[in-house]
Nanobody, 125 residues
Framework: HVQLVESGGGSVQAGGSLRLSCAVS???????????MGWYRQGPGQERVSVST????????RYADSVKGRFTISRDSTKNVISLQMDNLQPEDADFYIC????????????????WSQGTQVTVS
């Protein structure tokens, strides 16, 4: 099994910053086989929407248009941790954020994700 443990959610005022982290653990063979990691958001009663993903083989990133220039995804391969630096947060960014990983090269669609974290709440006032 692969397990994801998030940290870093919370409350911030508009214009502020938060950094989400997701630690990936499990059988070393399964963890090393992961090709895509990323973050989703989900509102009450809504579907999960991709915020940002990174292909760890090609080191390429994708961002939702709404967060380009404000959010930055990164990966520490030595610690198997992916992070999402969120700057200039706005009230519309408030949501439940979920870490996701996949064995395929893309994971910006929910159907392509293999493992989800429990998620963390981000509140912007």
């Amino acid at each position: 099994h692969v397990q994801l443990v998030e940290s870093g959610g919370g409350s911030v005022q508009a214009g502020g910053s938060l950094r989400l982290s997701c630690a990936v653990s499990g059988h070393s063979g399964l963890v090393s086989a992961l090709a895509c990691m990323g973050w989703y958001r989900q509102g009450p009663g809504q579907e999960r929407v991709s915020v940002s993903t990174i292909n760890v083989r090609e080191n390429t990133t994708r961002y939702a248009d709404s967060v380009k220039g404000r959010f930055t995804i990164s990966r520490d391969s030595t610690k198997n941790v992916i992070s999402l630096q969120m700057d200039n947060l706005q009230p519309e960014d408030a949501d439940f954020y979920i870490c996701a990983v996949a064995y395929g090269g893309r994971c910006d669609r929910p159907s392509w994700v293999n493992v989800w974290s429990q998620g963390t709440q981000v509140t912007v006032s």
